[in-house]
């Protein structure tokens, strides 16, 4: 079994908060990322798949095709958006970097099983410190 990743990047605003708490109640538990006027994140986005080598290719997965699918599937619908208003697999979530992870992999995880694609790991770098990593349970 070989693990083969695939990094993508995107820029997007969102805001952690809960609308039924107040803007002091939302700063206490979400810190900056409450801030009522939005803000943005440069997001990287490391997506992992494991499989047998095709003895044939030499590859686990054409990285053009994988490179294609997150691009299609996730890149152009999250890219230069906002997370809490724009993204329609994000709707009514609360835009952490947990809860971003977790929406990709619920998005990319059925386009690969066709294919015969195993889905490892949705890695989301928020800032240069903080990083959550989503494999599917
Ligand atoms: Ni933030």
């Keep these: 079994m070989v693990y083969i990743t695939r990094r993508e990047t995107f820029n997007a605003a969102h805001r952690l908060f809960r609308p039924e708490w107040s803007d002091e109640e939302n700063l ?14 440069n997001y990287i ?3 992992t798949v494991k499989g047998p080598v095709n003895p044939e290719t030499g590859f686990v997965v054409n990285l ?3 490179s294609k699918i997150i691009r299609e599937q996730v890149i152009e619908k999250i890219d230069h958006m906002n ?3 724009q993204v329609d697999f994000m709707k009514g979530l609360i835009i952490s970097s947990e809860n971003i992870a977790i929406a990709i ?6 386009r690969f099983r066709p294919l015969g694609i195993e ?3 949705v890695k989301i770098v928020e800032t240069e410190n903080n990083s959550v990593e989503y ?3």
Excluded: A, I, M, Q
């Design 28 to 41: 206490r538990v979400f810190g900056k990322c409450s801030n009522p006027s939005w803000h943005g994140h």
């Design 45 to 47: 986005l490391y997506v």
């Design 64 to 66: 053009k095709t994988l």
């Design 83 to 85: 997370l809490n208003t």
């Design 105 to 110: 992999w619920d998005v990319l995880e059925p």
């Design 119 to 121: 889905l490892h790991c």
């Design 135 to 137: 494999y599917g349970n």
